[in-house]
């Protein structure tokens, strides 16, 4: 908004050139989500509190998060209102990729708000009906993959891999399934990860931080030559709701940090992992999505190996998944499995940087 309202005034006051510059946005972005968080954070709590909107702990959970049972949960709506607000004042409105980003994560969030109210509603747990929550998801992925499919460049059902400057397939229609299966699993990864005080939004941070670094390089093209990577016109805009996105998610860690005061709920895991997977998407960086976010696959894959060896062995690999369960039930304080996870996460953010120089 700022752009097109103030840049246009450059030939009154030479200064209000600085608007036209992603870096400067993006910047000011993040402070703008960082201050909604700080100004309306307190209130967004104070308000769940006071409708006991609280946290509902599964049985089967480990002892130590029965006393977080009712911290207000739906914590998320911080999130999304600190995105939506820094992206609508800073980014350039009239970009594509920006309004798809926004959207995206909006929708995500949406279904995350109502799979959290009826929790509330009902006091359990269980939510929202698992086929109904993962159909509104595929719905909502579809439509984003139809996008792109449609409306963006001849680049977009292109496959790259880390390592290589060449794209090593044209997916062609079969890019609107995999875009599917990405987003879907980019949102339930977040979703999985959210389980102990700041360990989703702290690792979402250095996700998007990394996702945001090849924003601004993909949207340059003496950068994006330099670094043999694909240049996108208007991908560059994506720096602008990135570090909003990490704004957002490092205003809500200060109200999520051991002990949390709030949980983000499935409102805030499901907008940010959305708003992951759609800027890998579209930053053609789908495959490299599983090094950024390592330490999400890691969980997920937890999971996955423990329902398989449950069902074909009859035997639990972990003593509880995901993962992070598993080292809290092997003796581990919550706030060192954070710390550790969130050392891997940085380590798999520099791993993911590193492949820009290996081609």
């Not at 103030?6 to 608007?19: A, D, G, H, M």
């Not at 929708?107 to 359990?124: E, N, R």
């Amino acid at each position: 908004m700022f752009k097109e309202l103030v840049y246009p005034l450059v030939q009154y006051f030479s200064p209000f050139n600085v608007f036209r510059y992603i870096t400067f946005r993006a910047a000011y972005a993040t402070v703008t989500a960082l201050l909604v968080c700080f100004v309306f954070g307190p209130g967004i709590i104070n308000m769940l509190r006071r409708r006991k909107i609280g946290e509902e702990i599964r049985g089967d959970g480990p002892e130590t998060h029965l006393t977080k049972s009712g911290t207000p949960t739906m914590g998320g709506i911080m999130i999304l209102l600190a995105v939506t607000v820094s992206a609508l004042l800073w980014m350039n409105l009239r970009n594509m990729y920006a309004w798809v980003g926004l959207l995206s994560i909006l929708a995500f969030g949406m279904i995350g708000l109502i799979d959290d109210m009826l929790k509330h509603k009902h006091h359990d747990s269980g939510g929202m009906r698992g086929r109904i929550k993962l159909a509104g998801q595929i719905g909502i992925s579809l439509a984003i993959a139809m996008t792109l499919y449609y409306a963006g460049g001849n680049h977009t059902t292109l496959l790259y891999l880390p390592f290589l400057k060449d794209p090593v397939l044209d997916l062609s229609w079969l890019y609107i399934p995999f875009a599917v299966l990405l987003l879907v699993s980019a949102t339930n990864a977040v979703n999985l990860t959210d389980g102990l005080d700041g360990l989703a939004a702290g690792l979402v941070v250095m996700a998007g931080l990394t996702l945001t670094v090849l924003a601004y390089v993909t949207g340059r093209v003496d950068y994006a030559q330099y670094l043999q990577i694909p240049y996108i016109l208007g991908a560059g805009e994506l720096t602008v709701l990135g570090l909003g996105v990490v704004g957002a998610a490092t205003g809500f860690l200060w109200y999520n940090a051991h002990p949390a005061e709030v949980m983000m709920g499935d409102t805030g895991s499901l907008a940010l992992g959305g708003a992951l997977g759609v800027m890998a998407l579209m930053l053609k960086k789908e495959v490299l999505l599983i090094v950024i976010c390592g330490v999400f696959v890691i969980e997920v894959l937890s999971v996955i190996i423990q329902v398989l060896s449950y069902r074909w062995r009859g035997k639990r690999v972990f003593l509880m998944a995901p993962l992070h369960h598993h080292f809290e039930l092997k003796g581990w304080a919550e706030s060192k499995v954070v710390l550790r996870f969130w050392i891997l996460g940085g380590l798999f953010a520099i791993l993911s940087l590193s492949t820009l120089k290996l081609r």
